[in-house]
């Protein structure tokens, strides 16, 4: 199993900066993506942003911008740098880990517990 520690979350007013990461562990043979996704109550849960095993990204349009998604490979970590924070940013943020397990046959999805991130206006 893979597991997936985050930190950062918190509280920051709006125009502010946090900044997110997470270090995924665990029975890791490849990493195919990390990435982040945020939920807010009522709301569905959608991707913010990913970074692939070939170092591209994608983005919500919500985001571009103003967040950036980066990785340290050789810690298996993704960060989040949120800038310009805006009150609609505020949510769960979820981490993302995709790849394949020491001795599995797919790729798998792990999501971390979630940090809140909370925007005042």
């Known amino acids: 199993q893979v597991q997936l520690v985050e930190s950062g979350g918190g509280l920051v007013q709006a125009g502010g900066s946090l900044r997110l990461s997470c270090a995924a562990s665990?029975?890791?043979?490849?990493?195919?993506?990390m990435g982040w996704a945020r939920q807010a109550p009522g709301k569905q849960r959608e991707l913010v942003a990913r970074?692939?095993?070939?170092?591209?990204?994608d983005y919500a349009d919500s985001v571009k911008g103003r967040f950036t998604i980066s990785r340290d490979n050789a810690k298996n970590t993704v960060f989040l740098q949120m800038n310009s924070l805006k009150a609609e940013d505020t949510g769960v943020y979820y981490c993302?880990?995709?790849?394949?397990?020491?001795?599995?046959?797919?790729?798998?999805?792990?999501w971390g517990q979630g940090t809140v991130v909370t925007v005042s206006s």
């Open positions: 993302n880990w995709r790849g394949l397990r020491s001795g599995g046959y797919r790729y798998e999805d792990y």
């Open positions: 665990g029975s890791i043979y490849n990493t195919n993506s």
């Open positions: 970074i692939t095993s070939g170092d591209s990204t």
